[in-house]
């Protein structure tokens, strides 16, 4: 009787609906089973609550120097020992990881939006489109970064927002390489010939198909991006763009340290764990978000 | 296939235009020159006379137009740091041996990159998983200049076994190699086995292994195949990044090659070897990405690069 | 299980890096960021840095010099100096037309081991090894070997004869006559002639060359500046050969220290400078020598070798037989040191670990040589002609908040500094410390109520600061930090520390207007004389502190050819001028140390009037007396295996 007829397309939009949420109720529930994912998750998120709550953590101001305690190794009133101009260097790790964190997720997230919009267009449509963005991709990859950076110094001066900026500059090109690669294999499957003759739309196509399954190597890459931020950051700061003294940074740290930790090498150890670590749980975090989301697994 | 092709080297044209316009303007727009004013500022007229004697006393345009046309006649000029040669022949002098040191390093590291990121997939969550993440975390993380001075103390200094630098023979090419190398096989095995772990959970992959095919077969013929279009796009750029040398490891080794060049003609201001080395890059890097470009259709021949 | 896995990496890695830094972590920083600021005088390589001297020693060595200084006055006391100068050692007595075989002491080594092995610093410019073709693209190589130059220097800074026998002033004070030795042949066999100096110093002058040390002469030698400018011909210069050994040099105004500039006068050879160019000594093909030493052989950033001239008939003829030097990065030096590859490494390469490691070592320490170095002074300056720097009481507030005894006992090193409150370092001439010692004294008390005085109580009101370095070296980037935070923590001014890349800074700082506010930069002398690091200071110069009475008070004081004594005295006044309005604020005095092995021998080695042994500034070129003196002792064998090559 029923005079409303089940189209295939409104079943098709229920199923996707219902779909979506257990989806994502499916993906939460494997992310928690996975306690790899969920311990570097604690990790992550205590490193990023450190960066925020710095000045009520830190035992001491970042920029309280006493020359005369220069250099010393970690003891009871300095757990970590002190920086070359007196300052404790505990405090100092815990400060330097809100330049650090700022530094490496923002280029990420900026080399994210740029670098995987840029290789969807050009993965998915190909041709002259695809064309200018690699032939774009190829000049920039030319210029030398510190020429670029000494410009920006000379034009803006140094400071947070132009480190960023010259970092992301360059920071998204692999990002997008990797979506396109991704996207020339993936756009050939069968699932996506069938959703496309089925009239689904480029961008659900990308979005539901594509990007689900070509996001492993993106996690890696975007990862191994942020220390290699945090680094570039600091060589930055050689040049006079990067963050200024007394403003502590990670990588700024590591760079410093280079001449002081043969004999202080407390000064060099701390703040490579902690690079180390926040590379290792961000990308803890992300495999277990890809095996979570991964569309083939469904246990 | 031919058609593409020919577009790709007009596209090379283009980049290349593209290249020494942009690094021309950033070139000259940036402070200082190639003079160094010590004491006080220079006199006006020495000022002029060193500005005049390396042609920078014309207007930009004319200057950028007459480099560009003896460029296309193969003159490159003259190197400010080395006015003895051409910058073809400092280029000739000093690339061949960062292109052994870097053909060296790839030819280990990346090999053994990927066979770590093998074998952390395949035994993944052992303890040999964790040593490679460890060790990759450490080539990622610790810079190489910071690895290459580790290297030396350890090495020429504690142990005394190897000499402190130098170019010639196998033990001046251990510790180069190992430096250069650590971050490209982190970079190797950290890809090699993400998406190694990927694809092995396809669908075709679970079929191989129902249909009963052995593990390691089904590795080498099905997974690592599908696994290498993201290894081709991030390695690739290696090549180009290795061969043209690294100022870092090159100079704490006094390995005589490119790699410092691309630094120190910035910081000097020595503006033909900097217009050089950019158009060298730039050539390399696009060759490099129009063969991981065909290299995607030949792994996977259902890619198809020029238009539907 | 996963918590095991994040634990077994963590572990690993705390291991491994603890592991390598128990071996001995690392040298100084990336090596476009450390020690490859060019030096502002022109220093030879290993001639680099100052002194240990205190200041109290010193003393003696400024009395010396100002006598040297002086010989203008005095023709009588040079020409006795022409007979045989005692610091050119015994071994030098060669003379007669064949060469004379090397004499060597009785603890030397054999003659196949007198090889002297250095580094040079490849990350910095290196084109030339003559003066005259650069000053700031020599790459701190041991250069300036291949001819003498008029006088040289000994190790008491004292002016000796050099291809000059001796020289005199006529009675304007204007006219210079210098006395060529007519034994130096070139080794084409041709002599060396006052035309190869005169020719040499013209290719100086031309505007064609573009030669980067023209200002050296500006001012002082007649019709310098008009020459460079193009206005007048090349032969217009004020040098003349008055016959083939007897060489005129005019000067503007009267210049008592005319000798004293003449140490750089290396000369180049006419000939083969019209045949092949100003480069002519980058082949060993084309080059020639009249010097001490000749060119073997020139790997463009891998090394240099020179060896002795047995055709050399000048008074400098060395015992070395020869040297290498290796480019390196200058980070690298302590380790090839430490593994007996070098023979000499310059003090300003060590990093503060490397220093932390030779003073915790008895036989490096024994290695390490305090000396004088170009008396180069470290300070702060300011933009003094904006608010708020225009104000002279904050910048006595600025001077009074700097603890320089404790950035010297905690940061620089007392083996590596003086602390300075004033600009010429003891032992320059007319250098006055004790008395201007409390002019900028440390006192934050002072200093809070003179910038309260000012009108900004507690730093209120004062813009936020940026503090410029140039491309400085670790120790002194922390020595920057430590007074940005001297500043915020006594004033209440905060103060950013932004290391700059070498060209910025340098631009940033001569633009006019200066686009620095604030910063740290330091300089060392050309040649001993006042009238050189004062003139650092003149208005229109290096920055832009412009006071009138210092420049009539300088440029009288120059000029002045009467008692060296009332000169000295209008030098000291100009100084307090500076001082007391704060022209700057002085940091310290830099008096590092060298290492070198201790077979390194000779009579300039050993402790000078003030009991200081070193390899003294300008080191080991002709430009100084050791070159004849130093040798390789028997001792070598303990430490070389086999003979470099």
């Known amino acids: 009787m029923s005079t409303v007829a089940n189209t295939p397309a409104r079943v098709a939009s229920d199923v996707q609906r219902k779909g979506e949420a257990s989806l994502w109720r499916d993906a939460r529930r494997r992310f928690f089973k996975n306690k790899l994912a969920v311990a570097a998750l604690v990790v992550a998120v205590a490193l990023i609550l450190t960066a925020i709550f710095a000045n009520v953590i830190a035992p001491a101001s970042y920029d309280y120097s006493v020359i005369g305690d220069a250099l010393q190794f970690p003891n009871r009133q300095h757990l970590l020992g002190t920086d070359s101009v007196g300052r404790d260097f505990l405090s100092r790790l815990i400060y330097g990881a809100r330049i650090s964190m700022i530094v490496g997720f923002s280029v990420q997230a900026i080399a994210v939006l740029i670098g995987v919009s840029l290789g969807m267009l050009a993965g998915l449509l190909g041709g002259w489109v695809d064309y200018l963005i690699m032939r774009c991709v190829e000049v920039l990859t030319a210029i030398p970064g510190i020429l670029f950076a000494l410009f920006l110094i000379s034009v803006f001066g140094g400071g947070l927002r132009n480190v960023i900026l010259a970092i992301a500059l360059v920071g998204w090109i692999d990002l997008c390489r990797l979506t396109r690669a991704q996207f020339l294999t993936l756009r050939e499957k069968d699932y996506v010939l069938a959703a496309r003759s089925i009239g689904t739309s480029p961008f659900q196509i990308a979005t539901r198909h594509l990007l689900p399954n070509a996001l492993a190597p993106l996690i890696v890459a975007v990862t191994l991006g942020i220390p290699s931020a945090i680094f570039t950051e600091a060589s930055l700061s050689f040049l006079g763009l990067g963050i200024n003294d007394p403003l502590p940074s990670w990588g700024k740290m590591v760079a410093d340290a280079n001449s002081y930790i043969r004999v202080y090498w407390h000064l060099g150890l701390f703040p490579t764990l902690l690079i180390a670590t926040t590379m290792l749980s961000f990308s803890f975090v992300g495999d277990g978000l890809r095996d979570a989301l991964d569309p083939h697994l469904n246990k | ?308 | 299980m996963i918590r095991h896995r994040i634990w077994s990496i963590t572990t690993l890695l705390v291991v491994f890096t603890l592991f390598l830094s128990a071996c001995g972590g690392t040298a100084p920083a990336v090596p476009s960021a450390s020690n490859t600021t060019p030096q502002a005088a022109p220093t030879t390589a290993e001639a680099t840095q100052a002194t240990g001297a205190t200041s109290a020693s010193a003393a003696t060595a400024a009395s010396a010099m100002t006598s040297a200084a002086a010989t203008t006055e005095a023709p009588a006391a040079t020409s006795a100096a022409t007979e045989a100068p005692a610091a050119t050692s015994a071994a030098t007595q060669a003379s007669g037309a064949a060469p004379a075989a090397v004499q060597l002491p009785a603890d030397a080594a054999p003659l196949e081991q007198q090889v002297y092995v250095t580094h040079y610093d490849n990350t910095a410019d290196f084109t030339t090894i003559d003066f005259y073709e650069s000053v700031y693209k020599r790459g701190g190589a041991i250069s300036d070997i291949l001819s003498d130059s008029l006088v040289r220097l000994d190790k008491n800074f004292k002016l000796q004869p050099g291809a000059a026998t001796k020289w005199e002033v006529d009675s304007t004070g204007l006219v210079w006559t210098f006395h060529l030795d007519p034994n130096l042949m070139w080794t084409d066999d041709t002599p060396v002639t006052a035309d190869d100096y005169v020719a040499t110093f013209r290719y100086g002058a031309d505007p064609k060359h573009a030669w980067d040390f023209t200002w050296f002469f500006n001012g002082v030698i007649k019709n310098w500046d008009d020459v460079v400018a193009g206005k007048k011909p090349l032969t217009d210069l004020g040098f003349k050969a008055v016959d083939a050994h007897t060489l005129q040099v005019e000067t503007q105004t009267p210049a008592p220290y005319l000798p004293a500039m003449m140490l750089y006068s290396d000369t180049m050879q006419k000939k083969a400078l019209e045949a092949h160019g100003g480069l002519y000594n980058s082949d060993p093909a084309t080059s020639v020598s009249s010097g001490p030493f000749i060119l073997q052989e020139w790997k463009k950033g891998e090394r240099l070798v020179y060896v002795a001239n047995p055709k050399y008939k000048g008074t400098n003829k060395p015992m070395i037989q020869k040297i290498i030097c290796i480019g390196a990065a200058p980070s690298t030096d302590f380790a090839a040191y430490q593994s007996n590859e070098i023979d000499f490494m310059s003090g300003p390469n060590l990093s503060p670990a490397d220093n932390t490691i030779v003073s915790s070592d008895l036989d490096l320490q024994k290695d390490y040589h305090p000396h004088y170095g170009d008396f180069r002074t470290h300070y702060l300056f300011f933009d003094f002609q904006n608010p708020p720097f225009n104000n002279l009481k904050v910048r006595q507030a600025f001077s009074h908040v700097i603890d320089r005894d404790g950035l010297i006992k905690s940061i620089i090193k007392p083996t590596q500094g003086l602390p300075a409150y004033s600009f010429l370092m003891p032992g320059f001439p007319a250098a006055n410390s004790e008395a201007l010692k409390g002019i900028q004294n440390y006192d934050p008390a002072a200093a809070q109520k003179l910038l309260a005085d000012a009108g900004y109580p507690g730093g209120k009101g004062f813009p936020k600061l940026t503090l410029w370095l140039r491309n400085e070296a670790p120790v002194r980037q922390a020595m920057a930090q430590a007074i940005a935070a001297s500043i915020k923590q006594n004033l209440g001014i905060d103060v950013d520390v932004s290391n700059k890349e070498n060209k910025t800074f340098t631009d940033a700082m001569n633009a006019k207007p200066t686009q620095i506010q604030f910063g740290l930069v330091d300089y060392g002398m050309d040649f001993l004389d006042p009238a050189n690091m004062l003139g650092v200071f003149k208005s229109g110069g290096r920055h832009n502190w412009n006071n009138k009475q210092f420049d009539d008070l300088y440029n009288k004081a120059s000029a002045f050819t009467g008692d060296p004594q009332e000169r000295t005295k209008m030098f000291q006044d100009a100084e307090k001028l500076l001082v007391s309005d704060v022209g700057s604020v002085f940091i310290y005095h830099r008096t590092p140390g060298d290492l070198y092995r201790p077979y390194l021998k000779g009579t300039e080695l050993e402790p000078d009037q003030n009991g200081k042994a070193a390899i003294h500034w300008p080191g080991f070129t002709s430009f100084s007396t050791l070159p004849s003196s130093m040798y390789v002792s028997k001792d070598v064998t303990n430490y070389r295996k086999s003979v470099p090559q």
């Open chain 2, 1 to 308: 296939m031919a058609r593409y092709l020919l577009g790709r080297v007009i596209g090379l044209i283009g980049v290349f235009i593209a290249v020494s316009i942009v690094a021309f303007l950033l070139m000259h727009s940036i402070p200082g020159g190639p003079f160094d004013e010590e004491k006080s500022p220079l006199p006006p007229a020495a000022r002029a006379n060193i500005l005049r004697k390396y042609g920078l006393d014309r207007p930009l345009y004319i200057q950028y137009l007459r480099y560009m046309g003896s460029a296309l006649h193969g003159d490159f000029g003259i190197s400010f740091q080395n006015p003895t040669e051409t910058v073809l022949q400092t280029i000739g002098r000093t690339w061949p041996v960062s292109l052994r040191l870097g053909g060296l390093t790839i030819l280990i590291a990346l090999p053994l990159g990927i066979l770590l990121g093998i074998i952390a997939a395949v035994k993944q969550n052992t303890w040999i998983d964790y040593v490679t993440t460890f060790v990759s975390t450490l080539g990622l993380t610790v810079p190489n200049f910071v690895i290459a001075t580790w290297l030396l103390l350890l090495f020429s200094v504690r142990l005394r076994w190897l000499p402190t630098g130098g170019w010639g023979g196998w033990k001046t090419w251990i510790m180069p190699v190992t430096a250069l190398g650590l971050g490209p096989m982190a970079l190797a095995a950290r890809y090699t086995r993400s998406s190694l772990i990927e694809v092995m959970r396809a669908d075709y992959i679970r079929t191989a292994h129902a249909k009963g095919l052995s593990g390691r077969r089904v590795i080498m013929r099905h997974a690592l195949k599908n696994a290498l279009i993201p290894l081709i796009t991030i390695l690739g750029p290696q090549v180009p990044n290795l061969v043209t040398g690294t100022i870092f490891v090159e100079v704490i080794f006094r390995v005589p090659g490119l790699g410092k060049f691309f630094v120190s003609s910035i910081y000097l201001r020595d503006y033909p070897m900097l217009m050089a080395t950019m158009l060298l890059v730039a050539l390399l890097w696009s060759a490099t990405y129009l063969l991981s470009d065909i290299l995607y259709t030949v792994v996977d021949p259902r890619v198809r690069l020029y238009g539907d």
